[in-house]
């Protein structure tokens, strides 16, 4: 699969796997754990969490997803604002990693911006890195100024990512914050991409895309949002026929046509729009 280099070196595929709603009933659990390793053997082997879904159970479902096969996973989890702190952040990532039943987790994100100082969630997860907990941080939900003010920070521009909500329905971060992490090469990563499988995929403009390119649309709503070099998808999928169509997006490009076909329906913004949150 079509991949990306990541400011440490490490090579991502630009479709990874969600797990939001996963580990929340113990009887989807065995289909969720088949899902991702399902997905691991298609090649969306970066795999998004935090400690938020299912209350760690999210984390759990990953740790049996990748239980034996480690080494072919970039792990992405996120803490709590209120767990950014300078002590509760090595708390926080101690009980990820122990759920997840790893010795460092890939990617560590501040899942949204709270009120402890930025300067001290960047120093926590500056520690932790050195201390090799985590390979790098990054964060999510950050608007233009929050990432200006982020990476105008001692130690800040160490920022990996930044995970926004991106899909033809939400597409705001176009008129700033995408081509704001272009120039400095920071991979974003699109949250709820085929729109939770609601009304985006019903979209008569997908449908006709769709239709035109034997796809279907929520692999066309996949290939709109890596079809920008730095950003990585993160489609969640339970079920095998929805992993198998988000793994084969990666080989659909989108050409002009279809792309203004999508523009007409989902006019790109002219002006700033606060970022779109889930
Ligand atoms: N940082 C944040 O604040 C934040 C916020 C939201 C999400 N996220 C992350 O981003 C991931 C993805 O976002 P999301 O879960 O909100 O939404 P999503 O990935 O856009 O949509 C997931 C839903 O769409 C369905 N689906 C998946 N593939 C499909 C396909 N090919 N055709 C039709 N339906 C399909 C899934 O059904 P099945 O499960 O039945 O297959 C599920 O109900 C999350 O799981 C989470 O890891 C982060």
């Not at 065995?30 to 984390?59: N, P, S």
């Not at 796809?215 to 026929?241: C, D, E, F, N, S």
């Not at 002006?271 to 779109?276: E, I």
Request: net charge neutral; proline share 6%.
């Amino acid at each position: 699969m079509r991949g990306l280099m990541l400011a440490d070196g490490r090579r991502v595929p630009v479709l990874g796997q969600g797990t939001w709603h996963m580990g929340e009933a113990r009887e989807q659990r065995a289909a969720e754990v088949a899902a991702l390793r399902h997905g691991l053997d298609l090649g969306m082997t970066l795999i998004d969490t935090a400690e938020m879904y299912g209350d760690g159970g999210g984390e759990a479902v990953v740790a049996e997803a990748i239980a034996g096969r480690r080494d072919e996973v970039f792990v992405v989890s996120k803490a709590y604002p209120q767990n950014a702190g300078r002590q509760s952040l090595p708390q926080a990532c101690a009980g990820s990693l122990r759920r997840l039943r790893i010795e460092r987790i890939d990617l560590y994100l501040l899942h949204w911006r709270g009120s402890i100082p930025l300067g001290e969630s960047v120093a926590a997860f500056e520690a932790l890195r050195a201390a090799g907990k985590i390979g790098a941080w990054g964060v999510s939900n950050f608007d233009a100024a929050d990432m200006a003010e982020l990476t105008g920070l001692p130690g800040g521009a160490a920022c990996a990512t930044n995970q926004v909500l991106y899909n033809p329905q939400a597409r705001g971060i176009e008129f700033d914050l995408l081509a704001w992490a272009a120039a400095r090469s920071m991979p974003l990563m699109a949250y709820s991409p085929v729109g939770q499988g609601g009304r985006l995929l019903r979209a008569p403009a997908l449908r006709r895309v769709a239709d035109r390119r034997g796809a279907t649309p929520a692999q066309v709503a996949l290939a709109w949002a890596v079809r920008h070099a730095g950003v990585i998808a993160i489609p969640k999928a339970t079920t095998p026929a929805h992993v198998q169509e988000n793994a084969a997006a990666a080989a659909l490009t989108l050409d002009a046509a279809d792309l203004a076909e999508i523009d007409a329906a989902f006019p790109p913004p002219q002006r700033k729009q606060p970022l779109a949150i889930l």
